[in-house]
């Protein structure tokens, strides 16, 4: 370096600079690249928080639906929820339940029309069916054999509603219905039709549909039913 001029001298300095700079800025870009990426652990809480608002806000906007539309249900859509509903806590494992659906109107109207002839019933104005004119209907029969069978039966209809409600579908938990048509004698073909297993009876039902309504929450009495014990 010592024998080069005064010009090449000051070239060699420029490109020197160069290359530090550009070292610096790899050095840079590197340590952010590594500080967007190292805290994975914050990313997965954030979405952890997400999914735990996303499920409030589905429980605290459920309703129960009594009117629907016309729109029917795909299969598709149907075996999301109960895929949704089966997956529910259940005591041992016994998964002591069994459902059947029923997506067929006709049906469901055949059914309803047995039950009202020969029981009294409550068919909603504006409905044409016991069941609010759903153009679905999940009956739940739980293991007589079981004692606590009817809470699994419970839990699982929580999640079935709850996923409904997530995909825009309304659903309304039924005791009424099922209770008569297990007194009606005109019901019995269809109680055979629905097919459950020995040692199993028809606990409730849950309507499915797209709402045709959409009704205020009613009021809870908190401060009544939650107690702390110290």
Excluded: H
């Amino acid at each position: 370096v010592m024998n080069l001029n005064l010009m090449q001298k000051l070239l060699l300095i420029n490109m020197y600079m160069k290359c530090i700079k550009t070292l610096l800025f790899s050095l840079l870009g590197a340590t952010l690249l590594s500080g967007c990426t190292a805290p994975s652990t914050q990313t997965n809480e954030t979405a952890t928080t997400s999914d735990a608002e996303a499920i409030e806000r589905v429980i605290m906007a459920r309703r129960s639906i009594r009117q629907y539309t016309d729109r029917t249900l795909s299969r598709d859509t149907l075996q999301q929820i109960l895929i949704a509903a089966v997956n529910a806590p259940n005591g041992q494992n016994r998964q002591a339940y069994e459902l059947r659906v029923v997506d067929n109107p006709q049906l469901l109207q055949e059914i309803s029309d047995a039950v009202a002839s020969d029981t009294e019933v409550r068919i909603r104005k504006g409905t044409s069916t016991i069941f609010a004119g759903a153009p679905c209907v999940v009956f739940i029969a739980r293991d007589t054999t079981y004692d606590i069978s009817a809470i699994d039966c419970g839990l699982l209809g929580e999640n079935l509603i709850l996923k409904a409600w997530s995909m825009g579908i309304g659903s309304c938990c039924m005791a009424g219905p099922t209770r008569q048509m297990i007194k009606s004698k005109a019901c019995a073909p269809y109680m055979e039709r629905l097919g459950f297993s020995t040692d199993y009876e028809l606990l409730y039902c849950i309507t499915l549909g797209f709402p045709a309504e959409s009704p205020d929450a009613k009021p809870r009495k908190y401060d009544e039913k939650i107690r702390f014990v110290e």
